[in-house]
Protein backbone atom coordinates (compact mmCIF):
# COMPACT_ATOMS: atom_id res chain seq x y z
CA UNK A 1 0.00 0.00 0.00
CA UNK A 2 2.79 2.57 0.80
CA UNK A 3 4.20 2.18 -3.03
CA UNK A 4 0.92 3.01 -4.51
CA UNK A 5 0.57 5.93 -2.03
CA UNK A 6 3.99 7.54 -3.34
CA UNK A 7 2.77 6.87 -6.77
CA UNK A 8 -0.14 8.78 -6.30
CA UNK A 9 1.42 11.39 -4.30
CA UNK A 10 3.95 11.69 -7.28
CA UNK A 11 1.18 11.90 -9.86
CA UNK A 12 -0.94 14.56 -7.80
CA UNK A 13 2.38 16.51 -8.21
CA UNK A 14 2.84 16.11 -11.62
CA UNK A 15 -0.88 17.26 -12.45
CA UNK A 16 0.25 20.40 -10.11
CA UNK A 17 3.02 20.77 -12.20
CA UNK A 18 1.34 20.40 -15.97
CA UNK A 19 -1.66 22.93 -14.47
CA UNK A 20 1.40 25.55 -13.87
CA UNK A 21 3.13 24.72 -17.09
CA UNK A 22 -0.14 24.77 -19.24
CA UNK A 23 -1.14 28.66 -17.77
CA UNK A 24 2.42 29.41 -18.88
CA UNK A 25 1.77 28.46 -21.98
CA UNK A 26 -1.53 30.28 -22.42
CA UNK A 27 0.67 33.63 -21.03
CA UNK A 28 2.97 33.08 -23.18
CA UNK A 29 1.12 32.62 -26.34
CA UNK A 30 -1.14 35.98 -25.62
CA UNK A 31 1.94 38.23 -25.34
CA UNK A 32 3.41 36.13 -28.03
CA UNK A 33 0.62 37.98 -30.12
CA UNK A 34 0.84 41.54 -28.78
CA UNK A 35 4.71 41.61 -29.65
CA UNK A 36 4.15 39.65 -33.18
CA UNK A 37 1.83 42.43 -34.15
CA UNK A 38 4.52 45.08 -33.43
CA UNK A 39 7.38 43.38 -34.45
CA UNK A 40 5.72 42.38 -38.25
CA UNK A 41 4.02 45.64 -38.40
CA UNK A 42 7.42 47.02 -38.10
CA UNK A 43 9.47 44.97 -40.00
CA UNK A 44 8.56 46.56 -43.91
CA UNK A 45 9.43 49.91 -42.96
CA UNK A 46 12.85 48.78 -41.28
CA UNK A 47 13.90 46.35 -43.85
CA UNK A 48 12.94 49.58 -47.16
CA UNK A 49 14.64 51.96 -45.00
CA UNK A 50 17.83 49.67 -44.08
CA UNK A 51 17.95 48.75 -48.03
CA UNK A 52 18.00 52.61 -48.82
CA UNK A 53 21.06 53.76 -46.51
CA UNK A 54 22.75 50.83 -47.50
CA UNK A 55 22.72 51.94 -51.30
CA UNK A 56 23.45 55.97 -50.21
CA UNK A 57 26.36 54.30 -48.60
CA UNK A 58 27.67 52.81 -51.49
CA UNK A 59 27.08 55.89 -53.37
CA UNK A 60 30.91 58.11 -53.63
CA UNK A 61 28.91 61.12 -53.87
CA UNK A 62 27.16 60.85 -50.70
CA UNK A 63 29.40 61.39 -47.44
CA UNK A 64 28.30 60.93 -43.52
CA UNK A 65 30.43 60.28 -40.17
CA UNK A 66 28.09 57.74 -39.35
CA UNK A 67 29.23 56.33 -43.21
CA UNK A 68 32.42 56.19 -42.91
CA UNK A 69 34.91 53.89 -41.38
CA UNK A 70 36.80 55.03 -37.96
CA UNK A 71 39.96 53.48 -38.90
CA UNK A 72 42.93 53.60 -36.55
CA UNK A 73 40.19 52.80 -33.40
CA UNK A 74 40.64 49.32 -31.34
CA UNK A 75 37.78 49.68 -29.32
CA UNK A 76 33.40 48.72 -30.13
CA UNK A 77 30.67 48.18 -28.24
CA UNK A 78 29.04 44.59 -28.34
CA UNK A 79 25.39 44.49 -27.12
CA UNK A 80 23.54 41.55 -26.29
CA UNK A 81 20.38 41.07 -25.71
CA UNK A 82 19.04 38.40 -23.54
CA UNK A 83 16.03 37.64 -20.91
CA UNK A 84 15.47 38.39 -17.49
CA UNK A 85 13.38 35.47 -16.82
CA UNK A 86 13.80 31.63 -18.06
CA UNK A 87 11.91 28.81 -18.91
CA UNK A 88 12.48 29.81 -22.17
CA UNK A 89 14.34 26.72 -23.70
CA UNK A 90 17.83 27.12 -25.58
CA UNK A 91 16.79 30.52 -26.58
CA UNK A 92 19.43 32.44 -23.99
CA UNK A 93 22.07 29.63 -24.72
CA UNK A 94 22.23 30.66 -28.73
CA UNK A 95 22.29 34.67 -28.17
CA UNK A 96 25.08 33.48 -25.59
CA UNK A 97 27.03 31.09 -27.73
CA UNK A 98 26.73 33.96 -30.75
CA UNK A 99 28.16 36.35 -28.25
CA UNK A 100 31.12 34.41 -27.66
CA UNK A 101 31.72 34.14 -31.57
CA UNK A 102 31.16 37.60 -32.30
CA UNK A 103 33.75 38.71 -29.20
CA UNK A 104 36.23 36.41 -30.78
CA UNK A 105 35.78 37.37 -34.14
CA UNK A 106 36.12 41.09 -32.80
CA UNK A 107 39.38 39.92 -31.25
CA UNK A 108 40.83 38.47 -33.76
CA UNK A 109 40.28 42.06 -36.06
CA UNK A 110 42.47 43.52 -33.51
CA UNK A 111 39.65 44.95 -31.37
CA UNK A 112 38.71 45.11 -27.84
CA UNK A 113 34.56 44.51 -27.03
CA UNK A 114 33.34 46.32 -24.87
CA UNK A 115 30.28 44.51 -23.17
CA UNK A 116 27.14 46.25 -22.74
CA UNK A 117 23.75 43.11 -22.01
CA UNK A 118 20.47 43.80 -21.79
CA UNK A 119 18.54 40.87 -19.51
CA UNK A 120 19.58 38.83 -16.41
CA UNK A 121 20.25 35.62 -17.70
CA UNK A 122 23.40 37.34 -19.95
CA UNK A 123 24.36 39.61 -17.09
CA UNK A 124 24.42 36.30 -14.94
CA UNK A 125 26.20 34.12 -17.90
CA UNK A 126 29.22 36.62 -17.94
CA UNK A 127 29.68 37.05 -14.78
CA UNK A 128 30.41 33.04 -14.46
CA UNK A 129 32.67 33.54 -16.76
CA UNK A 130 34.58 36.47 -15.27
CA UNK A 131 34.07 38.98 -18.69
CA UNK A 132 32.98 42.27 -17.63
CA UNK A 133 30.07 44.35 -18.16
CA UNK A 134 30.03 47.68 -18.70
CA UNK A 135 26.41 48.47 -19.09
CA UNK A 136 23.66 46.74 -17.21
CA UNK A 137 20.15 47.06 -18.47
CA UNK A 138 17.53 44.86 -16.58
CA UNK A 139 14.27 46.65 -16.90
CA UNK A 140 13.20 45.52 -20.48
CA UNK A 141 10.59 42.84 -19.91
CA UNK A 142 7.44 42.12 -23.12
CA UNK A 143 7.86 45.90 -24.84
CA UNK A 144 10.20 48.57 -25.10
CA UNK A 145 9.77 52.14 -25.79
CA UNK A 146 11.25 53.81 -28.72
CA UNK A 147 12.35 56.94 -26.82
CA UNK A 148 14.41 54.39 -24.38
CA UNK A 149 16.11 52.63 -27.76
CA UNK A 150 16.38 56.16 -29.24
CA UNK A 151 18.33 57.42 -26.16
CA UNK A 152 20.65 54.18 -26.47
CA UNK A 153 21.31 54.70 -30.30
CA UNK A 154 22.32 58.01 -29.69
CA UNK A 155 24.57 57.23 -27.32
CA UNK A 156 26.11 54.96 -29.64
CA UNK A 157 26.16 57.30 -33.11
CA UNK A 158 27.63 59.90 -30.16
CA UNK A 159 30.68 57.66 -29.66
CA UNK A 160 31.08 56.37 -33.00
CA UNK A 161 31.46 60.05 -34.90
CA UNK A 162 33.52 60.98 -31.33
CA UNK A 163 35.67 58.55 -32.82
CA UNK A 164 35.99 56.64 -29.52
CA UNK A 165 34.93 53.49 -31.09
CA UNK A 166 35.72 51.45 -34.70
CA UNK A 167 32.13 49.63 -34.52
CA UNK A 168 28.99 48.80 -32.67
CA UNK A 169 27.12 45.52 -32.78
CA UNK A 170 23.93 44.22 -31.82
CA UNK A 171 24.02 40.40 -30.83
CA UNK A 172 20.34 39.30 -30.47
CA UNK A 173 17.25 36.50 -31.63
CA UNK A 174 16.06 37.59 -35.16
CA UNK A 175 12.67 36.73 -35.82
CA UNK A 176 12.18 35.42 -39.25
CA UNK A 177 9.22 33.39 -38.56
CA UNK A 178 6.69 31.71 -36.05
CA UNK A 179 8.69 28.15 -36.86
CA UNK A 180 12.12 29.73 -37.42
CA UNK A 181 14.71 32.24 -35.15
CA UNK A 182 17.94 32.33 -35.22
CA UNK A 183 20.73 34.39 -32.89
CA UNK A 184 22.83 36.86 -35.09
CA UNK A 185 24.99 39.51 -34.79
CA UNK A 186 23.99 42.35 -36.81
CA UNK A 187 26.58 45.63 -37.24
CA UNK A 188 24.88 48.72 -36.60
CA UNK A 189 27.93 51.34 -37.24
CA UNK A 190 28.87 52.50 -39.23
CA UNK A 191 26.71 51.40 -42.15
CA UNK A 192 28.03 49.14 -44.55
CA UNK A 193 26.70 49.41 -47.98
CA UNK A 194 25.35 45.85 -49.22
CA UNK A 195 27.81 43.37 -50.56
CA UNK A 196 28.66 42.79 -54.23
CA UNK A 197 26.80 40.46 -55.26
CA UNK A 198 23.73 41.43 -53.72
CA UNK A 199 23.85 44.50 -55.30
CA UNK A 200 21.59 45.59 -58.31
CA UNK A 201 22.20 48.00 -61.48
CA UNK A 202 20.13 50.26 -59.94
CA UNK A 203 22.04 51.03 -57.11
CA UNK A 204 24.20 53.08 -59.23
CA UNK A 205 21.71 55.25 -60.32
CA UNK A 206 22.26 58.88 -59.75
CA UNK A 207 20.25 60.33 -56.57
CA UNK A 208 18.45 63.88 -56.83
CA UNK A 209 17.63 65.15 -52.85
CA UNK A 210 14.91 67.42 -51.67
CA UNK A 211 15.59 69.17 -49.21
CA UNK A 212 19.47 69.44 -49.88
CA UNK A 213 21.90 66.42 -49.30
CA UNK A 214 23.67 67.40 -46.06
CA UNK A 215 20.05 68.36 -44.78
CA UNK A 216 18.47 64.93 -45.89
CA UNK A 217 21.33 62.42 -44.26
CA UNK A 218 21.80 64.09 -41.29
CA UNK A 219 17.80 63.40 -40.59
CA UNK A 220 17.89 60.13 -42.37
CA UNK A 221 20.69 58.48 -41.27
CA UNK A 222 20.47 58.70 -37.81
CA UNK A 223 16.85 58.01 -38.15
CA UNK A 224 17.65 54.58 -39.77
CA UNK A 225 20.09 53.26 -37.25
CA UNK A 226 17.23 54.00 -33.96
CA UNK A 227 14.88 52.12 -36.08
CA UNK A 228 17.22 49.15 -36.66
CA UNK A 229 18.08 49.24 -33.07
CA UNK A 230 14.39 49.41 -32.48
CA UNK A 231 14.01 46.07 -34.69
CA UNK A 232 16.82 44.19 -32.69
CA UNK A 233 14.86 44.47 -29.65
CA UNK A 234 11.42 43.81 -31.07
CA UNK A 235 13.01 41.03 -32.83
CA UNK A 236 14.22 39.93 -29.50
CA UNK A 237 10.98 40.15 -27.75
CA UNK A 238 8.82 38.33 -30.01
CA UNK A 239 11.50 35.38 -30.15
CA UNK A 240 11.69 34.87 -26.33
CA UNK A 241 7.94 34.54 -26.17
CA UNK A 242 7.72 32.01 -28.88
CA UNK A 243 10.78 29.94 -27.28
CA UNK A 244 8.47 30.30 -23.73
CA UNK A 245 5.75 29.60 -25.40
CA UNK A 246 7.33 26.04 -27.39
CA UNK A 247 9.30 25.05 -24.24
CA UNK A 248 5.89 24.89 -21.92
CA UNK A 249 3.90 23.31 -24.22
CA UNK A 250 6.76 20.66 -24.48
CA UNK A 251 6.66 20.61 -20.39
CA UNK A 252 2.83 20.38 -20.60
CA UNK A 253 3.03 17.05 -22.94
CA UNK A 254 5.55 15.78 -20.90
CA UNK A 255 3.72 16.32 -17.66
CA UNK A 256 0.67 14.59 -19.26
CA UNK A 257 2.70 11.78 -20.40
CA UNK A 258 3.93 11.41 -16.87
CA UNK A 259 0.67 11.28 -15.67
CA UNK A 260 -0.55 8.53 -17.73
CA UNK A 261 2.58 6.32 -17.17
CA UNK A 262 2.22 6.96 -13.21
CA UNK A 263 -1.62 5.81 -13.30
CA UNK A 264 -0.77 2.80 -15.77
CA UNK A 265 1.88 2.43 -12.28
CA UNK A 266 -0.52 2.92 -9.80
CA UNK A 267 -3.14 0.44 -11.46
CA UNK A 268 -0.68 -2.54 -11.28
CA UNK A 269 0.90 -1.39 -8.22
CA UNK A 270 -3.08 -1.91 -6.63
CA UNK A 271 -3.44 -4.85 -8.49
CA UNK A 272 -0.53 -6.73 -7.20
CA UNK A 273 -1.95 -5.92 -3.75
CA UNK A 274 -5.17 -7.02 -4.13
CA UNK A 275 -4.11 -10.37 -5.42
CA UNK A 276 -1.82 -10.38 -2.40
CA UNK A 277 -4.86 -10.24 -0.16
CA UNK A 278 -6.93 -12.63 -2.23
CA UNK A 279 -3.60 -14.99 -2.04
CA UNK A 280 -3.45 -14.53 1.59
CA UNK A 281 -7.74 -14.66 2.58
CA UNK A 282 -7.97 -17.76 0.32
CA UNK A 283 -4.51 -19.52 1.96
CA UNK A 284 -6.04 -18.83 5.38
CA UNK A 285 -9.29 -20.38 4.50
CA UNK A 286 -7.65 -23.31 3.26
CA UNK A 287 -5.60 -23.48 6.82
CA UNK A 288 -8.80 -22.81 8.43
CA UNK A 289 -10.24 -26.09 6.66
Partial sequence: MAKARAIVKRRRAVQNIRKITQTMQLIATARFQKCLQRTVASQPYTRRITEMIQTLAGQQTVDHPLLRPNENRTGSILLVITSNRG????????????????????????????????????????????????????DVEDKIAFERVSEMAERYMDLYQRGAVARVDVVHMQFLSIGLQRPVAAQLLPIEPPAAEATPVRVRAQFEFSPPREELLARLIPQAVKIRLFQCFNDAIVSEQVARMVAMKAATDAAADMSKYLTRQYNRARQTQITTELADIVGGANAVQ
Avoid: D, Q, S
Avoid at 109 to 137: C, D, S
Fill in 87 to 138: LCGAYNAGILRRMLEARRELMEAGLTAEMEVVGKKGIGYLRFLGLPVAVKIT
